[in-house]
C-alpha cells in the first residue's frame, strides 16, 4: 500500500476532476504514478441568481449612500407609478404618453416625497423609541393621524403646481381631490404602515413603503391628473 504522507507533497499533480452523486473523483500524479481518491463533496451555499445579485447591489449603495438612495427610489417609483397610471388606467398608448408628466412626477418623488418622507420615519423613531408590537402601533397611529393627511395635502398642490395650474384652480382641484383620496389613503396605509414599523428596519422603511407606493403612486397620478 502507497503511504501518501512518505511522499513530497509539492509533487502532486491534480491531473483530472468529475462530479457526480455529490462525490468528487480526483486523480494526482506522483512521481509518475497516478492515485485515485475520493471525496465527499458536501453542499454549498446557494449561487446567487440575478435578483440576488441584484438586492445586493442594492443593499451595498444603500449602506454607502443612505439618503441618496433613499432618494432616488422615492423618485423612479413615483415614476413608475404615473406610468402605470398612463398605460394601464387611462390606456394612453406609447405615442399619447406624456413623458413630461412622467418625469415630474419622478422629480417631485426626488425633491420632495424621498427627503418629507424619510425625515419623517426618523423623527418618529426618536420620539418614539422601540419596535414592539405597541410601538408600531403608536407610531401608526401618530403617523396616520397627524402625518399623513398634511402630506397629503401639500402634495396635491405640488402636483397641480408643476402642471401649471394657477392657485385658484389649484384649490379647486384640491377641495375635489382631497377628500378622496384621504379615504383612499387609510384604505391601504395603516396596516401597511403597522408591518413597516414593526418589520422593516430604518434604513429600508422608504424603500419598502415606495414599492407598496407604486399603487398608491398610480392612484395619486390619475387622480390629480383627471380633467
Not at 408628466?101 to 425625515?119: E, H, K
Not at 402601533?137 to 403617523?143: E, G
Not at 383612499?184 to 414599492?211: D, K, M
Amino acid at each position: 500500500m502507497l503511504d501518501l504522507e512518505s511522499e513530497d507533497p509539492a509533487l502532486w499533480l491534480p491531473s483530472w476532476t468529475s462530479h457526480s452523486l455529490g462525490f468528487s473523483f480526483l486523480t494526482y500524479k506522483m512521481k509518475g504514478r497516478f492515485i485515485p481518491t475520493l471525496k465527499l463533496m458536501l453542499p454549498g451555499p446557494p449561487v446567487p441568481t440575478g435578483g440576488m445579485n441584484l438586492w445586493r447591489a442594492y443593499q451595498q449603495a444603500l449602506a454607502a449612500h443612505p439618503w441618496k438612495v433613499q432618494v432616488i427610489t422615492a423618485g423612479s417609483l413615483m415614476g413608475v407609478g404615473d406610468i402605470i397610471s398612463q398605460q394601464l388606467i387611462e390606456k394612453r398608448g406609447l405615442e399619447k404618453h406624456q413623458v413630461h408628466r412622467t418625469l415630474t412626477m419622478a422629480f417631485i418623488g426626488c425633491s420632495f416625497v424621498g427627503p418629507v418622507v424619510g425625515g419623517w420615519y426618523r423623527i418618529l423613531d426618536r420620539l418614539i423609541c422601540g419596535n414592539t408590537k405597541m410601538d408600531a402601533l403608536k407610531k401608526m397611529v401618530i403617523d396616520q393621524g397627524g402625518f399623513a393627511p398634511c402630506f397629503l395635502g401639500c402634495l396635491l398642490p405640488i402636483i397641480g403646481t408643476f402642471d401649471g395650474l394657477s392657485v385658484k384652480d389649484n384649490w379647486v382641484r384640491l377641495q375635489r381631490d382631497y377628500p378622496d383620496a384621504l379615504i383612499t389613503n387609510y384604505y391601504i396605509w395603516p396596516t401597511v404602515q403597522l408591518a413597516n414599523f414593526y418589520l422593516i428596519p430604518l434604513a429600508y422603511r422608504l424603500a419598502f413603503v415606495q414599492c407598496v407606493a407604486v399603487i398608491w403612486n398610480t392612484y395619486l397620478s390619475w387622480k390629480s391628473h383627471q380633467s
